[in-house]
T-cell receptor, first 114, second 114 residues
Framework: EPEVTQTPSHQVTQMGQEVILRCVPISNHLYFYWYRQILGQKVEFLVSFYNNEISEKSEIFDDQFSVERPDGSNFTLKIRSTKLEDSAMYFCASRAGQFLGTQYFGPGTRLTVL | AQSVTQLDSQVPVFEEAPVELRCNYS??????LFWYVQYPNQGLQLLLKYLSGSTLVKGINGFEAEFNKSQTSFHLRKPSVHISDTAEYFCAVSRMDSSYKLIFGSGTRLLVRP
């Protein structure tokens, strides 16, 4: 069964460093998402991406964040200068594109900013 | 804006007993409703969803949920739980818009004891 994969599973970085979180969505899917979950809090929407552009973003998704689909298979989330409060589990999801198709989630990347 | 409330952070239950996980939502527009499950060290997996039609929705692993518009609720039920149902359960809503982003509740940990 096709699945969404994410790498790395755990990333530790120093405050102020740039990190790139990688996702490989399901191959025929057209819509892509990033969510995050700070420990003990809700899963929060960050950004959605379709047709090589951002279709919606939340207030959390400020200028420090960017997304890219560089090669037609990977979908990346970049944080330019990490802050302590960026420590969270980051989930990637993808959707085929039919009317309200199911969003399929990856296992997540745990980001720890020291 | 939409919001989702899961009042129970943890629900302990004995194996083979019935369980109900509560979910209430708030929205000024019509929404679609979802339940996701997260097993340890895994991503979010869709249990079931309500889009329209019959208010009783059946999902995987013997779970079902009932949409109640007047009470703005979408409670999840299972008549007889197994040890393997131990997991975190998330209720989520989505409105019809360009991105179909999911708005999650804070989650309920179901702990099934032998």
């Amino acid at each position: 069964e096709p699945e969404v994969t994410q790498t790395p599973s755990h990333q530790v970085t120093q405050m102020g460093q740039e990190v790139i979180l990688r996702c490989v969505p399901i191959s025929n899917h057209l819509y892509f998402y990033w969510y995050r979950q700070i420990l003990g809090q809700k899963v929060e929407f960050l950004v959605s991406f379709y047709n090589n552009e951002i279709s919606e973003k939340s207030e959390i998704f400020d200028d420090q964040f960017s997304v890219e689909r560089p090669d037609g298979s990977n979908f990346t989330l970049k944080i330019r200068s990490t802050k302590l409060e960026d420590s969270a589990m980051y989930f990637c999801a993808s959707r085929a594109g039919q009317f309200l198709g199911t969003q399929y989630f990856g296992p997540g990347t745990r980001l720890t900013v020291l | 804006a939409q919001s989702v409330t899961q009042l129970d952070s943890q629900v302990p239950v004995f194996e083979e007993a019935p369980v109900e996980l509560r979910c209430n939502y708030s929205s000024s527009v019509s929404v679609y409703l979802f339940w996701y499950v997260q097993y340890p060290n895994q991503g979010l997996q869709l249990l079931l969803k309500y889009l329209s039609g019959s208010t009783l929705v059946k999902g995987i692993n013997g779970f079902e949920a009932e949409f109640n518009k007047s009470q703005t609720s979408f409670h999840l039920r299972k008549p007889s739980v197994h040890i393997s149902d131990t997991a975190e359960y998330f209720c989520a809503v989505s409105r019809m818009d360009s991105s179909y982003k999911l708005i999650f509740g804070s989650g309920t940990r179901l702990l099934v004891r032998p």
